[in-house]
């Protein structure tokens, strides 16, 4: 299934769709999986393409993948660890951890890439904590200017 129409997708390369679930507008519930229930999986380019990428990144704790130490970041770590007291907590984590996910996504980026696939940046914008939970706003931009805003629920450990 395409994720949009197709001329999005003549002479570009796909990712398979990891967050389904997605809507223009509005907050929505996404399910991380790659094929749903009664679905066959389904293919995304551009923008969307690019906030897999990113997510996948952040969410990562650096030096879990065999053979590929210095992808991930420290993002994940630090909400696990019980180090997000406030926003500001989360917003330092953030900023530190964006200094490897920015050099992960461009290094694996190749100059054919299409610009809205590749990463200019990400900013946190509004971040809500509240108990055990954290939501997350942020705006990613591509390289073609196009952005994204990534509205993202993370359950953290309160030690």
């Not at 929505?28 to 897999?52: D, E």
């Not at 993948?65 to 991930?72: D, H």
């Not at 299409?114 to 390289?143: M, Y």
Request: charged share 20%.
């Amino acid at each position: 299934m395409l994720t949009g129409t197709i001329s999005e997708y003549i002479g570009r390369t796909s990712d398979l769709l990891l967050y389904d679930g997605q809507q223009a507008r509005g907050d929505t519930l996404l399910t991380p999986a790659l094929v749903q229930p009664g679905a066959s999986g389904a293919l995304v380019t551009g923008i969307m393409k690019l906030v897999q990428r990113f997510l996948l990144e952040l969410l990562t704790k650096k030096g879990t993948l065999p053979y590929l130490e210095n992808r991930g970041c420290q993002f994940i770590s630090d909400a696990q660890s019980g180090f997000w007291r406030t926003p500001q907590d989360v917003k330092s984590s953030f900023s530190l951890s964006m200094l490897d996910v920015r050099v992960n996504l461009i290094e694996e980026e190749g100059e054919t890439d299409p610009s809205d696939e590749r990463f200019a940046e990400a900013e946190l914008g509004t971040v809500t904590v509240s108990g055990d939970r954290v939501s997350l706003q942020i705006v990613l931009t591509s390289q073609a200017g196009t952005d994204y805003t990534i509205v993202y629920p993370l359950r953290i450990s309160r030690v």
